[in-house]
Every structure is written in structure tokens, then in C-alpha cells.
């Protein structure tokens, strides 16, 4: 009977110890994603900083020629678009920004495990939605320049 009872608590214990490996299995691997979708964003970052530099210029251009006298809806509409693009493009690279300062990684990873795969999950839904909204502000800076 005693032996019963030893092999019970022994394969409590152990699949105890699996459950809490699979929880930090599952933190490490959350991290990991929530860091490699930091690692794609990051360097289109480069290509929000080359877009703004281009969207100046042609706002610019238009600005010189309603300063010359030419002017028109058309010229107006372009300027607002382009002003509008730019914006996003500045939004895009402010979430970015925002997040790495609020990431909070090491100390998540102290944390209970569900706290830290509760914290994980949160972080790559944010990081999710700065690569979505960077991707179509890149997407649609692109289309208004060609």
C-alpha cells in the first residue's frame, strides 16, 4: 500500500513538473515570436524614414508651384494626401517607438507562467498591429508616389 501511495505522489509530481516545463516552453516560444516580429518591423522603419524624406520633397514641389500662382483641386487634394500619408508613416514609426519602451520583457519573464504567457500573448498582439499598420502605411506611401 505504501508503495501504491509513493508511485501516486511520485507521478503527481511528475507530471506537475511537465506541466510547469510546458508553461515556460510556452513562455519562451511566445517571447521568441513577439521578438522576431520586432526583428521584421524594425528595419521597415528604414523605409518609413525614406518615404517621409520623399513625400516631403513632393510636397514641397507643390508648394512651390501654388506659391508661382498654380493652383487647383488637384494640387490641393495631392497635398492633402500626401500630408495625410505622412502622418500615418510618423504614426507608424511612433507605435513602434512606444512599444520598445513599454516592453517589459525580463520582468514578464519573472512573473507565474500564465502571468508572463497572459502578458506574452498581449505583447504580440500589439506587435502584430504596429507590423499591419506599418505595412499598409509603407503599401499606401508607395502607391502615392507612383
Known amino acids: 500500500m505504501n508503495t501504491m501511495k509513493n508511485t501516486i505522489f511520485i507521478l503527481c509530481i511528475s507530471l506537475l513538473i511537465a506541466a510547469c516545463g510546458s508553461q515556460e516552453d510556452q ?43 498654380i493652383t487647383g483641386n488637384k494640387l490641393a487634394e495631392e497635398r492633402m494626401k500626401l500630408t495625410d500619408i505622412t502622418q500615418k508613416l510618423t504614426d507608424s514609426d511612433a507605435m513602434m517607438m512606444n512599444w520598445m519602451r513599454n516592453y517589459k520583457g525580463d520582468s514578464a519573464k519573472k512573473l507565474k507562467p500564465d502571468a508572463a504567457i497572459q502578458y506574452f500573448n498581449s505583447e504580440k498582439e500589439k506587435m502584430l498591429e504596429v507590423q499591419n499598420f506599418t505595412t499598409k502605411s509603407i503599401h499606401d506611401a508607395k502607391a502615392i508616389l507612383n
Request: charged share 35%; hydrophobic share 40%; glycine share 2%.
Open 27 to 69: 513562455v519562451a516560444s511566445l517571447e521568441k515570436e513577439v521578438l522576431t516580429l520586432h526583428d521584421e518591423v524594425m528595419p521597415k522603419l528604414d523605409d518609413v524614414m525614406s518615404l517621409k524624406s520623399k513625400i516631403a520633397t513632393e510636397i514641397q514641389r507643390i508648394d512651390s508651384l501654388q506659391n508661382e500662382g
